[in-house]
């Protein structure tokens, strides 16, 4: 079992920068991958970032340049830092991971950019 705790959403402004947190209830180096999500209503989940055991990140195209994904091994956190926020990135944010063939969530955190 993994337990994942989202945090660090909010309404902020466009082009402001949010950091959000996802703890994780076991030692993160267990983890084959972990991702961020995020669902806006009418749209489908889109795949934000990645980063997997061995530390190899990846982030999708439309936020190529502005989210970074990172973890800290000692905390067993892994952070989403946004930066030049844009309206279009309001949505609810989830951390996920992947242990094998079983994948956890969190309960998602929002994230709301105003114009």
């Known amino acids: 079992q993994v337990q994942l705790v989202e945090s660090g959403g909010g309404l902020v402004q466009a082009g402001g920068s949010l950091r959000l947190s996802c703890a994780v209830s076991?030692?993160?180096?267990?983890?084959?991958?972990m991702d961020w999500y995020r669902q806006a209503p009418g749209k489908q989940r889109e795949l934000v970032a990645a980063?997997?055991?061995?530390?190899?990140?990846n982030v999708a195209d439309s936020v190529k340049g502005r989210f970074t994904i990172s973890r800290d091994n000692a905390k067993n956190t892994v952070y989403l830092q946004m930066n030049s926020l844009k309206p279009e990135d309001t949505a609810v944010y989830i951390c996920t991971a992947v242990v094998g063939r079983l994948q956890y969530r969190g309960q998602g955190t929002q994230v709301t950019v105003s114009s």
């Open positions: 076991r030692s993160i180096f267990s983890i084959d991958v």
């Open positions: 980063i997997t055991g061995g530390g190899i990140t």
